[in-house]
């Protein structure tokens, strides 16, 4: 039997058509698939510890009125008296550098001190009132107009 090469041109055309059709309609599918795949898997390996909250303090040291900045010893005191006994399970204290724009526009650099506190998760509405009381106690023993404040979402395993 013979075929024109017309024939074979136009059998050829038809295949490659048909081919470029399955890639287009099955290419999303079965990226979509595998995308979705890719996202379910863990990034760093196996969650570990129970669901807790991270909450971290930031109380600055530097007073206004010409008033001295808050001390060590003034600042080990106040954790000592307000926060230890709420939460006596543990806690963590860094120092560190801060700057803060007060109300009246005024950079104020200082020394600083991030308190950390980890607590379970099911605590939050408790730990919440205990927390507001430290910062509001803070301000007002030494005048302050904040302690800054920032709470996270952790999986914590002692």
């Not at 570990?48 to 909250?53: E, I, P, T």
């Not at 530097?62 to 000592?80: E, I, K």
Request: aromatic share 10%.
């Amino acid at each position: 039997m013979y075929v024109s090469k017309p024939h074979l041109f136009l059998a050829a055309l038809t295949a490659l058509f048909a081919a470029l059709l399955v890639l287009v309609i099955a290419t999303p599918a079965v990226h979509a698939t595998l995308g979705s795949a890719q996202r379910s898997a863990p990034a760093v390996g196996p969650l570990r510890g129970d669901a807790y909250v991270d909450t971290r303090l930031f109380f600055g040291t530097g007073r206004h009125n010409h008033q001295p900045p808050v001390t060590d010893q003034q600042f080990l005191a106040f954790v000592a008296q307000h926060v230890t006994p709420r939460f006596q399970s543990g806690l963590t204290i860094d120092k560190g550098r801060g700057q803060w724009r007060d109300r009246s526009g005024s950079i104020n650099r200082e020394r600083s001190y991030e308190l950390i506190l980890l607590y379970p998760a099911a605590q939050a509405r408790t730990r919440d009132a205990d927390i507001e009381e430290i910062r509001d106690a803070y301000k007002h023993a030494y005048g302050m107009e904040s302690v800054g404040r920032a709470d996270e979402a952790a999986r914590v395993d002692f």
